[in-house]
Every structure is written in structure tokens, then in C-alpha cells.
């Protein structure tokens, strides 16, 4: 998704780096192998290691929930009246 496009919206991305810090992350510490990291926003949230354990973290998620679905809905959107001019 081009950024010039998010920004115009008003979403926020992450850029690819700090998608590559949570995989090298996983990647580099054989322990994690196999592990669920989420990320949004540049915030990183354990998912299946989390204390709490898998129903804390997805309660935690639930709260990113309407945040990507209002993106989603402003990209769509966008979409629609870029293809429509």
C-alpha cells in the first residue's frame, strides 16, 4: 500500500523495518521458532508466550480491532473513488 496514500487518509503503516525487527526477532532466538508476535502502529504484542496466555492477549487485540477495521474501511473507500474518477 503506498504511504502517500495512508497518510492521506489519515492511517497509520508501519514501514518494512520494523516488520523485519519482529521477524529477526522470532528468526534469531531458536527458543521462538514457531512463536506469534503482533504488530501495529510500531507496538509488538507476544500472542501465544503472553502472561495471561492466548485469551489475554487476544482481548488485548480485540482493542486494535476497530482501529483496523475503520483502515480498512478508509482505504476501500479511497479505492472506490479512485477508480471511479
Keep these: 500500500m503506498p ?3 495512508l497518510q492521506k487518509i489519515n492511517v497509520s503503516s508501519q514501514t518494512p ?3 523485519a525487527r519482529s521477524v529477526a526477532l522470532l528468526f534469531a532466538d531458536e527458543k521462538r521458532h514457531g512463536d506469534v508476535l503482533y504488530s501495529w502502529d510500531g507496538n509488538y ?3 501465544n ?3 495471561g496466555g492466548l485469551l489475554e492477549s487476544a482481548g488485548q487485540l480485540l ?3 476497530a482501529s483496523e477495521q ?3 474501511l478508509k482505504i476501500r473507500a479511497a479505492f472506490a473513488k479512485a477508480t471511479k474518477a
Design 63 to 65: 482493542d486494535n480491532a
Design 3 to 5: 504511504g502517500a496514500l
Design 49 to 51: 508466550n503472553s502472561e
Design 70 to 72: 475503520s483502515a480498512i
Design 17 to 19: 523495518d520494523v516488520v
Design 45 to 47: 504484542r507476544e500472542i
